[in-house]
């Protein structure tokens, strides 16, 4: 029962993790909607990059693109905290604990592709992140999927009744 307690705590740590980006982002928003602006400027990349014509110079575009990065992170947040909840009260049997899992890995996965698609891919190569030295932010990006990756390994492995 102790794995299926750390797997609790390790969806219920991304929810949490994910609320504090959302409170931060809801309370600091200009600070996180510059780096969002400047990303999609491109106006930190290299000079005469031959990328240039994918900037996005709307500030109409960077609000509603950074909206949408805080919705997908408080649905983050819902879906661990729910997904979460749904395992602890199925903690003292393994096959309701496992039939419980799938809130948890949805929000999880959805946290894989915020990160990975779209700050390391989207933002990292389309938008050439990378040639920032001030807006590049792939090696935080690149933290959060390492750790809601493994979070996800761990929780999708069977949860053996004798040693769960």
Known sequence: MYIRFSKVALVWAVAFFSSLVVLNNVTDYDSNYRFVAHVLKMDTTFPDNQGM??????PFIHHLLYRLIILVEVVIAVLCCWGGWRLFRSIHDAERFHEAKGIAILGLTLGILL?????ITIGGEWFLMWQSEIWDGRQAAFRLVVIIGITLLYLVQPDRERYA
């Open 115 to 119: 990160w990975f698609s779209g700050f």
């Open 53 to 58: 014509w994918r900037a996005i110079d709307s």
